[in-house]
């Protein structure tokens, strides 16, 4: 399974919180909106939900299934393959699908996987499988079965922008399933839920998925107006974005190469879908012909060349994979959505002539990362397109869309008269989750050896279902009510089970009930690990067996003059230096110095930005964001800069706040206990050194974090 980023875990853990929240409600179909971009991760991110949500001590003992509805046969086919391969085959969720119709109803914790399209409209396959089924394995008694069960059911609709609203989405959902709650899982939802609506909302930034490292920092375009300023003119339009797409290639292969990455960029090739060979039109040629006899010039070979169209497929095995010998794919449609290549990071579109609309989803398709993280060379963590579509044909549609994954369409270049200097920038990424690690088991135990005293506690307990009368649970479960409709009496002890389930949410609540940010920890991921030390500490301190530990454990705990609550927010304070240690060695892994060029070749920027007229930038034209925080500050240091009156100042540049690409030193801040990382503003090159400056005013001037950012600048 793999590792989810920090990021992540903060989703599943906000998920997990809404569906709570939601689920006490006597609602049904209950809108909860996951918002996250493409190349988030967001199957992932719901395959983990899934997995915790039916294990997380605060839902344990509800009876509910699963409906994972998708609006194409290939991305519901590859949502249940990478739910199997990310749970490794083996998981307390069964994954199904219209193949196990014969089980005749859902049972609890099974996960189906339907195409909207095999049950939509009045077709004589969808009506098979809704109702005209002789022997009743249809999709509607597989539901209807599910609820006579008593089993509550959950929908999941994967890209839910597509189609969700339609009449079937009315039918199926809330005429049929009538699910408790809804997830619509999408990077542009078309609802987004208000304060007064009863629903539920988690997003992720985009600033947050890139920082981790699964996406590139940004997608370069180079329109059909920025062509015509190149020095390829001589070359035929068609030729020229192949050409630039095939030297890019060139350039990231060799990269690659120079750091030891196993990794052959794959260059995209999106034909139009009005690609025909006609008289009228390139005298009877298509783009497909163009682009085969382009690379077949170049000396492209054969097995070099995939092509994915609906009647012609050829070299797609193995295509996904980072050292796949094919380095280009020709397509029209079929890779548009859904499809994940991270070593995909050249893309081409040609502009369609009867329907010219950009299609903004395409551009998904490179935008992951091979291996998950970001490389020493900035070049690597952007992507490029090449298109003859026009300027405002591209900003008209981003505008259209909720999409954060703006194009970064405006050019800046580094004057010719400029010469480039070397400085050693700083590369990490985040490495801490909030956790108790597996260490924490050591520290617990010097804390409750020095701390607790066994005679304060009752070794022989009787733990009675009267116990939990009175215990605070009621945010997490209805345990209590559900412990006395089982058939449970006041007076009767509590079975193993019912044990083990107050105890986890016991462990959960005791970690989340903790209010000195010090003895803080994620519970999500740090229950099972208090569990694990308080059990294996008494366990060898008493040779008391598993069951007896439990009961000792959890007649203490509910016990409001409880001898072991105290103990644990000591250990878990005496664990916070350690941990942090911990994750700074990990962090120190991930870290790297590399030297940059400044000013860079090239920049580009979204159409958030406005081109600002100066004379001693050092890239023009110079691009300032549009209403940023601080411009005041900064726009006065820049007519400070220009002055006449600054006859030294040969050429001064704008240091970005973020990336790869841009100048970075690490600092510690050790309020946070943390290192991490601090974008100078300004370098400024006069007629004998280089200044490295940061701009402050105002209250940002005098805090303690701009202070130590301060002293590691000047060091």
Known sequence: MLALKPFQEVAVSKLKNEFLSLWKLPNQNIPLVFKSPTGSGKTIIVAQFLRDIVSDPRFDGNDVAFVWFSFSEDSYEQSKKKLFEYYGGASELDLLDLNDLSRGKLNKNNVFFINWQ???GKSKDSRKLRRENEQGLTFDNLINETHEDGRKIVVIIDEEHIGSDTELALEVVDGLIKPKITLRVSATPKYIPTRADTAGFVEVKRTEVVEAGLIKEKIIFQTEEDLGQKTLKKLDQDDMLLELAYNKRKELVALYKEIGAEVNPLVLIQLPNDDQATTETNNGTTKQSIVLEYLKH???????????????????????????????????????????????????????IKNPTFAIQTVGRILRMP??????????NLGYLYTNYKRNEVLAEYAKSNSENRPAINGSYRKKNV??????SVFMTRADYNDLGDSFQETFKKVADKELNLKSIDLRPKVMNSLIVGVEIDDYDNFTKELFEDGGSHDQEMSRHDLERLYNLLCFKIIAKQ????????????WGKLKTALNIWLMKKLEASRIDAYKIIVSDLVSSASALAPVIGDALLAYRPIREQEVNKKAARTKRVEHIEIP???????DQYESLSVKKSAMEPFWIEKGMFGAVNEK?????LESPKNKDVVWWYKNGDSGSEYFSISYRNPDDNREKLFYPDWIVQTKDTVYI???????????????????????
């Open 118 to 120: 095999k049950i939509k």
């Open 419 to 424: 010469e480039p200097i070397k400085l050693e």
């Open 693 to 715: 400056l940061d701009t402050k005013a105002g209250i940002t001037a005098e805090s303690n974090d701009t202070r130590y950012k301060a002293e590691a600048l000047q060091a």
């Open 298 to 352: 170049k000396g492209v070979k054969e097995a070099e060349i995939a092509v994915w169209l609906s009647k012609e497929k050829e070299n797609l095995e193995d295509l996904e994979k980072n050292n796949s010998l094919v380095s280009f794919l020709l397509f029209k449609q079929a890779a548009a959505t859904g499809w994940d290549c991270p070593r995909a990071s050249v893309l081409v579109m040609y502009r369609e």
């Open 600 to 606: 860079r070749d090239a920049l580009f920027f979204t």
């Open 515 to 526: 209010i000195d940010e010090n003895r803080k920890f994620a519970p999500e991921r740090s």
């Open 371 to 380: 291996f998950g993280s970001h490389f020493a060379h900035p070049e690597l």
């Open 636 to 640: 006065s240091f820049i007519d400070f």
